[in-house]
């Protein structure tokens, strides 16, 4: 028996931050290690939003370094572009002639433009609208067995699943019906402001593709700490330094750092010594980051200077992502009677 197949998409929109990592890089590699993986950057999701050329582009080239530099094996993972798959969009079609407008009208990527930010029915171009289809195409174009996302994504892989039950009722078993799965495990990452760390909160630390100044000053410096006097006990129940500092550290390091916050002294057993105060902490997590993610970074610098290197990996995912697509697009053309036998 073939492994099962797992697929997951990532829209192209910043250099992933910690809460990324933690929350979606991590998992798909570890998954990555007992499923036959495809991964790829939604490029065309990416644009049922207005992007500007060049972020979008740097985006895409961010979003694919820093999934090799976390550790991605493009050799073992199918790792590509979506717009360099040709057959998706193409499905896509197919598959938007077999759903109902009514079901995309309850999706919530449309529903959120229309209640959250505030568009009207004349200003929400079709992309978005029809952001479930491509989705469903992605997956269905792959005969996905599972599809893991995040809570908000739980309803477009329902859409995905009516239009391959919609297909097949149609035209016979021409699809696999896939099944999300949500790992309600995944815990909320905190960001600076101890809110959860996104991108729209402009909270994040950022590992990759920042300055060793910048991680400090800029991001690890300013995560935002109660003003317990410096030299009293720090208390680190709902602090955001000292639960990222357990996220990374071993359970000996982390002991050392919790039972130092708590007698707010460099050394926990002698009042007299140097106090540790918030300042103190910050740097223990800015140094435990930056071993943690030497090489990382390393490699992500490396990757980003070499963009050739990069379209090259994409190039071979997209090949390889193409054998498959082409095969299963081929199926749906002859069961549609787009093609003949
Ligand atoms: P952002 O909120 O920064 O825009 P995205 O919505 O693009 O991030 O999320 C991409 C992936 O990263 C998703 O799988 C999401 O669940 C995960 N993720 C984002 N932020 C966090 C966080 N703070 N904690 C855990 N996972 C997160
Ligand atoms: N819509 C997903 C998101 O916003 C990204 C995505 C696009 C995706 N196509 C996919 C996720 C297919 C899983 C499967 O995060």
């Not at 492994?3 to 890089?25: E, F, S, W």
């Not at 609208?129 to 174009?141: E, G, K, N, Q």
């Not at 100044?213 to 991001?219: F, G, P, R, Y």
Request: glycine share 6%.
């Amino acid at each position: 028996m073939p492994n099962p197949r797992v697929l997951t998409g990532i829209k192209p929109t910043g250099v992933p931050h910690l809460g990324n990592y933690l929350g979606a890089i991590q998992p798909a590699i570890e998954l990555a290690k007992t499923h036959d993986s495809f991964l790829f950057i939604a490029d065309l999701h990416a644009l049922t939003t207005f992007q500007k050329r060049e972020q979008l582009i740097e985006d895409t080239y961010a979003v694919a370094a820093a999934w090799i530099a976390h550790g991605l094996d493009p050799e073992k993972v199918v790792f590509y572009r979506q717009s360099d798959v040709p057959e998706i969009p193409m499905l896509a079609w197919v598959l938007g002639c077999v759903l109902n407008k009514g079901l995309l009208e309850r999706a919530h990527s449309y529903k959120d433009a229309l209640a959250n930010k505030g568009l009207t029915e004349e200003e929400v171009n079709m992309g978005l609208f029809s952001y479930p289809v491509l989705m469903a195409a992605d997956i269905l174009a792959f005969d996905t067995d599972v599809v893991p996302v995040g809570k908000d994504q739980q309803q477009h892989v329902e859409i995905c699943r009516e239009a391959a039950r919609k297909l097949n009722l149609a035209y016979g078993d021409v699809l696999k019906v896939p099944v999300a799965r949500i790992d309600e495990k995944v815990m909320t990452i905190p960001g600076l402001d101890g809110r959860k760390m996104s991108k729209s909160y402009d909270n994040t630390i950022k590992v990759l593709g920042t300055s060793e100044k910048d991680l400090q000053k800029k991001m690890v410096g300013k995560i935002i700490c109660d003003s317990t006097e410096l030299g009293q006990p720090l208390s680190t129940e709902s602090s955001t330094v000292a639960q990222l500092y357990a996220l990374f550290a071993d359970q000996t390091k982390n002991d050392l750092f919790l039972r130092r916050a708590h007698a707010g002294r460099i050394d926990p057993d002698d009042a007299s010594s140097e106090a540790f105060g918030w300042g103190t902490a910050k740097k223990e997590l800015f140094d435990l980051l930056l071993e943690r993610f030497r090489r990382d970074r390393a490699e992500y610098d490396r990757l980003m200077a070499d963009r050739g290197h990069i379209d090259q990996l994409l190039q071979k995912g997209a090949e390889r992502a193409r054998a498959v697509a082409s095969t299963i697009l081929a199926r749906v053309l002859t069961a549609t009677g787009i093609r003949p036998l």
